[in-house]
């Protein structure tokens, strides 16, 4: 097998005492910044640019990669702990994550997530020594079209998310969608929504949306409960989880691999659409879908899965065809160049070593992630049996640090804030914010590739149908949209 | 469900607010659509699930009658609106005060009510958050968080 | 008692972490690393040719070079967010002729000559006709003979509205009476993907980002816009050689928000002057089918100025 010893030379050179080093490093810090608020995986990447320049051109991509697929390791963590997503991919991680951990079952909420991630990274890793030619050109059939039907099932699914209604999710959706659209409008560049205020022209940054939503929120319903502040049971039943735990988190792990392998390929939003498309489905094909949004393992594992399997496969476009698909991408795109190595169609031919190298490299760092996340899970249960009434004021500290951090700037600790109280009403009021922040990421992909499509077919709204991918998509969107209408038909003919 | 009827109509005046403002930007054709036209369509989504969500917030209330309202109890309202005064005097007084001054006066607001019996504890816990996070974002991660005259 | 002990080592600590904390002397700038905003997305031209610039820009500079990637409104956001910034010449932008020459004219957008003071210019480069591998057209006459026949059939993907792809086709079209489609898309990698795609039959890129791809068969070069053939690529014609009188380059310049102290100012022109000579920089341009064609802070101050003017006479022509 030819494949064999390719990827035997790839060890070869990621085994090396420098390169595994390099590795591992980029692993701990990927994991910590994905603990930390604020400072993401591009920001991070950016900072360490530099130090990568005297280094092999192997070395630097596996350091930078590990730090990019870390981050979605540790990104989970707060999301489990103390409802803070770090990442937009793990926004969905929150909804079960967090009520696992409220009912003391944090520890088995973050062994999921962290075996699902390895088994998903590695399975991605595998497809994409396999598979990344014919999935690049599956990724290049996406235009305009396929991408505004992908976007509008996309925003339908989000409506599963939480216990709460479809109505609810998708209005929390629609709201979402007019968040994204404060700032410059993405095709013309007028402004929108901004009345006079400079900083509204940026638009909302994500995390401090997130943040305000679900960590301030989460702070104030919690302050509003009583003047003994409840104490967190955090009594582990068993410090992983449980066999019937990981039964049930089986299938879901599987299919969020799967699913995250293939949208991850979408330049774009590939991790974070795969990550609500599977807590979907899964809700979808549970017997017990009543169980989601109280601490449901599945909603948890598939979601996991999806995100660390799509990050793994967001590297096709750069490897296969020379065009990065992410910010941090780029970023280890232009580390490439710095050492003049030119990623194009031609990459794996004429570079095998890096591509080889990055691919064993990929194993190896999944594996070490695994190797230390496990024992901090200990570390992490442990920091849960702090009261709430002491932990609460450094949830509050933590968030508005971090939301100081993304810009230095006061104004955004204020956006953080206002967000808290609205995540607060909502969640009075019975509305999931997940839908909300996710529509809001997506909301200025969705116009922009709506207006493209209405463009590039001269205003015939039948290119939504005459292309397969796009009809598909589209078929699925309106049958989610019609089936509880089939299901009220069949229970008043029932009564 | 009367908070679904609040947050119905809620969510429709600001549906109703949308697609007004969105009217003022250039609409364009579904040829070449402008900046207001998909504003205009997700107002109108908004609107049009908002009267969903009442009508069936009203179906419910008909087949129940009506039910207690889920609003919190006075003293509970008390803690929440005091803990958003707190952070929203915390951002005003961020730049003047410095971050360590102000954080710490926060964390000692956000114990104060499971501190009545423990000053000295809420007072060292306040001392570490604040300088413990000074530390480590400011001095450790470079963040140039606001020094205040404490530190200048 | 135990509290008070935990209490004495907490205050330990604290004051430890004051004493780390101890207000930092005025420094020299720059005492941090500088951003480098890039008003686009990931992988464009200008992005390879930021990222050329950080790769070496710390020797100079003392400090790091950090790209920030402020992407959409056809560069206007990016653009914007430096204006507001601090004038303290730790926000750069790396802005190019699309925004902040063509997009700000016709968007009468502030983000022009009046709003910020130039630091340097570090290449300009002319626009690349490219279609995809298997196109129909092997020439750029037959390309324009196509969309003669056809008006409204040819789908070009430009990389931003009045960017650096959208003028020169409006200027072609212009010149050669064609009408074509006219699809925006955000920056130079989402075009090239496009067209690579199947979605759209023809974009302007630049060398960089489109020699890879012509060396692997996946894209055609049909013409450059440019007064003179490009060394890297001698066998693509120029527009003008193709029979239509149409030149266009486009500059790239960290510039900094008016209002920059001019002795900050001085001190980035100089540190971009010794890393416009730097070999392993130059080489890098080289490799990305560029040159560097370095101008100081007030030479392209008059340079921008000469060209804000013709454009605008331009502008206020294809507006019509």
């Known amino acids: ?495 | 469900m009367a908070r679904d009827g609040i947050a119905a109509l809620a969510l429709a005046l600001l549906g109703g607010a949308a697609i007004h403002q969105a009217g003022k930007l250039p609409y364009g054709m579904v040829r070449n659509p402008g900046p207001g036209f998909v504003p205009w369509w997700v107002g109108v989504t908004l609107l049009g699930l908002s009267l969903l969500l009442g009508l069936q917030a009203l179906r419910a209330r008909r087949a129940r009658g009506p039910g207690r309202a889920g609003a919190p109890a006075r003293a509970e309202w008390r803690r929440v609106a005091a803990l958003l005064a707190a952070l929203v005097l915390y951002v005003v007084a961020l730049e003047p005060l410095g971050y360590p001054l102000s954080t710490f006066l926060l964390v000692l607001l956000v114990l104060r009510p499971a501190s009545r019996r423990a000053l000295v504890p809420a007072l060292g816990l306040a001392v570490l958050a604040a300088g413990g996070s000074y530390a480590l974002f400011a001095v450790w991660l470079k963040v140039p968080l606001p020094p205040g005259p404490l530190l200048r | 008692m135990r509290t008070s002990r935990t209490l004495t080592l907490m205050l330990a600590a604290l004051l430890a972490a004051l004493a780390a904390a101890s207000p930092a002397p005025a420094q020299e700038f720059p005492a941090k690393p500088v951003e480098l905003v890039l008003p686009f997305g990931p992988g464009g031209s200008h992005d390879l040719t930021a990222r050329a610039v950080a790769s070496v820009a710390h020797q100079y500079l003392g400090q790091a070079l950090l790209v920030v990637l402020r992407p959409g409104g056809g560069g206007a956001v990016g653009s914007q967010q430096v204006i507001r910034a601090k004038p303290d010449g730790y926000t750069l932008l790396f802005g190019g002729t699309g925004p902040n020459t063509i997009f700000a004219l016709v968007q009468k957008a502030p983000i022009g000559p009046d709003q910020f003071v130039p630091v340097a210019r570090v290449n300009h480069s002319p626009a690349v006709l490219a279609v995809r591998g298997d196109a129909p057209w092997k020439t750029f006459r037959e390309m324009v003979e196509y969309a003669k026949k056809n008006p409204g059939k040819l789908n070009f993907a430009n990389t931003g509205p009045w960017g650096a792809a959208d003028f020169p086709m409006r200027l072609i079209a212009r010149a050669a009476g064609i009408e074509y489609n006219n699809i925006p898309y955000d920056g130079g990698g989402p075009a090239l993907l496009a067209v690579l795609g199947g979605h759209a039959d023809a974009t302007f890129g630049f060398a960089p980002q489109l020699i890879p791809q012509i060396a692997a068969g996946k894209m055609r070069a049909l013409a450059v816009t440019g007064a003179r053939r490009l060394s890297i690529m001698a066998g693509v014609p120029t527009v003008k050689e193709e029979g239509f009188d149409v030149t266009f380059t486009m500059w790239r310049a960290a510039l900094a928000p008016k209002g920059t102290p001019p002795a900050v100012v001085e001190k980035l022109e100089a540190a971009f002057r010794k890393l416009a000579e730097d070999r392993s920089f130059k080489a890098l341009i080289k490799q990305l089918g560029d040159d560097v064609d370095f101008q100081g802070s007030k030479e392209f101050a008059e340079t921008w100025r000469q060209e804000w003017e013709t454009a605008a006479q331009i502008v206020g022509a294809a507006k019509k």
């Open chain 1, 1 to 495: 097998m030819e494949i064999l010893s390719l990827l035997a030379q790839g060890f070869a050179i990621a085994l090396t005492p420098t390169n595994l080093a390099y590795g591992f490093v980029g692993a701990l810090v990927g994991t910590a910044i994905g603990v930390l608020p604020g400072l993401g995986p591009p920001a991070t990447i950016a900072l360490l640019l530099p130090i990568t320049y005297g280094m092999a051109p192997t070395s630097a991509v596996i350091l930078l990669a590990g730090i990019f697929y870390g981050a979605m390791y540790g990104g989970s963590t707060t999301s489990i702990l103390l409802n803070i997503p770090g990442e937009a991919a793990s926004v969905v991680t929150c909804i079960d994550g967090y009520q696992m951990a409220r009912q003391g079952r944090a520890g088995a909420a973050l062994a999921v997530s962290a075996v699902g991630s390895f088994v998903a990274g590695t399975a991605s890793v595998v497809g994409l020594m396999l598979l990344a030619p014919p999935l690049a050109a599956f990724a290049l059939r996406f235009g305009a079209p396929e991408y505004t039907a992908l976007l509008v099932l996309g925003l339908m699914m989000v409506g599963y998310l939480g216990g709460g209604s479809m109505t609810k999710g998708l209005m929390m959706a629609a709201l979402g969608l007019l968040l994204g659209m404060v700032g410059l409008d993405p095709i013309m560049g007028s402004p929108r929504f901004t009345y006079g205020v400079f900083k509204l022209s940026e638009g909302f940054e994500f995390v401090l949306v997130a943040m305000g939503l679900f960590g301030i929120g989460e702070v104030l319903v919690n302050v509003e409960r009583s003047t003994v502040p409840e104490v967190l049971k955090t009594r582990i039943r068993g410090l992983l989880a449980s066999r019937e735990e990981w039964r049930a988190a089986g299938l879901p792990l599987a299919r969020g691999s799967l699913l995250g392998f293939f949208v991850g390929v979408l330049p774009g939003g590939g991790a974070i659409i795969s990550s609500f498309v599977s807590y979907a489905i899964e809700k979808k094909l549970s017997r017990h879908p009543e169980r989601f949004g109280q601490g449901a393992i599945e909603g948890v594992a598939g979601p996991e899965a999806a995100n660390n399997a799509a990050a793994t496969s967001s590297f096709i476009p750069l490897l296969t065809l020379g065009i990065p698909g992410n910010a941090s991408i780029a970023l280890i795109f232009a580390a490439l160049l710095i050492h003049g190595i030119r990623p194009g169609p031609l990459l794996v031919s004429e570079q095998p070593a890096v591509f080889w190298g990055l691919i064993a490299s990929m194993y190896i760092g999944n594996l070490v992630l695994l190797v230390l996340n496990l024992p901090l899970i200990r570390l992490w249960v442990k920091l849960l049996e702090v009261p709430y009434a002491i932990l609460a004021p450094f949830v509050v500290v933590f968030v508005l640090v971090g939301a100081y951090s993304v810009n230095n700037s006061v104004f955004d600790v204020g956006t953080t804030i206002a967000f808290g109280a609205v995540g607060y009403a909502l969640r009075k009021l019975d509305f999931e914010p997940a839908p909300l922040v996710l529509a809001m990421i997506l909301g200025p992909q969705l116009e922009a590739a709506l207006r493209r499509s209405l463009i590039y077919s001269r205003g015939d709204l039948l290119v939504f149908f005459e292309r397969p991918i796009s009809a598909a998509l589209l078929a699925v969107a309106v049958l989610l949209l019609l089936s509880p209408l089939v299901r009220w038909a069949f229970e008043r003919r029932a009564v």
